[in-house]
C-alpha cells in the first residue's frame, strides 16, 4: 500500500488531537485578551480568515476561523482555506517548537506552506499584538508613539 493512502497511525491522529486542543486555547485567549487591547481588537474585527493546519498526507487537519471579530477551530469548514500549513513531519517539529526554531523548521522542510501571503502576514500581525497584550499584562501600550488606535 503507498504511503499516501495509509490510514494515519495512532502516534499521528494523538499528535493532532493535541494541536486542535492547542488551536482551541490559543483561540481562546485571543478571543480573551481581545478586550484588553484595543489594537488587538481591532485587528480582529477589520481581518477574517481561515488557516487550516494538516498533516502531510492531508487526512488529518484542523481549521482555525476568524470571522465576526473572533476565532474559532473546527475540523470543517464551509469554505476553502486561505492559508495551509502542512506538517509533514510531526515528530520533528514536536510540541516543543520554540519561536527561535521556526525558520530552522521551514528550511528543513518540516512544515509546507501554500496559499495567499497575505493571510500568513495577517495571521503574524495578530499574533504580534497578541503576544504584546500578553507580555504587557493587558496594558495597551503605544505603538510607534501613538495611544491607542484611530477609531473606525
Known amino acids: ?53 494538516e498533516s502531510g498526507n492531508r487526512k488529518l487537519y484542523r481549521h482555525l476561523i476568524l ?16 492559508f495551509t500549513f502542512t506538517i509533514y513531519s510531526s515528530s520533528a517539529t514536536g510540541l516543543r517548537a520554540r519561536p527561535d526554531r521556526v525558520l530552522e523548521v521551514l528550511i528543513a522542510n518540516k512544515i509546507g506552506q501554500s496559499g495567499d501571503l497575505h493571510y500568513l502576514y495577517q495571521f503574524g500581525f495578530i499574533m504580534s499584538l497578541y503576544r504584546r497584550t500578553t507580555l504587557f499584562k493587558g496594558k495597551s501600550i503605544p505603538i510607534e508613539g501613538r495611544g491607542q488606535p484611530p477609531r473606525d
Open 1 to 53: 500500500m503507498a504511503d499516501s493512502q495509509k490510514s494515519p497511525g495512532i502516534r499521528k491522529r494523538v499528535r493532532f488531537a493535541l494541536l486542535g486542543g492547542g488551536l482551541r486555547v490559543l483561540a481562546r485567549s485571543i478571543n480573551k485578551a481581545r478586550g484588553k487591547d484595543l489594537w488587538l481588537d481591532r485587528a480582529l474585527r477589520q481581518f477574517e480568515g481561515v488557516w487550516r493546519f
Open 67 to 82: 470571522e465576526g471579530g473572533k476565532f474559532r477551530v473546527s475540523r470543517e469548514c464551509g469554505r476553502p482555506a486561505d
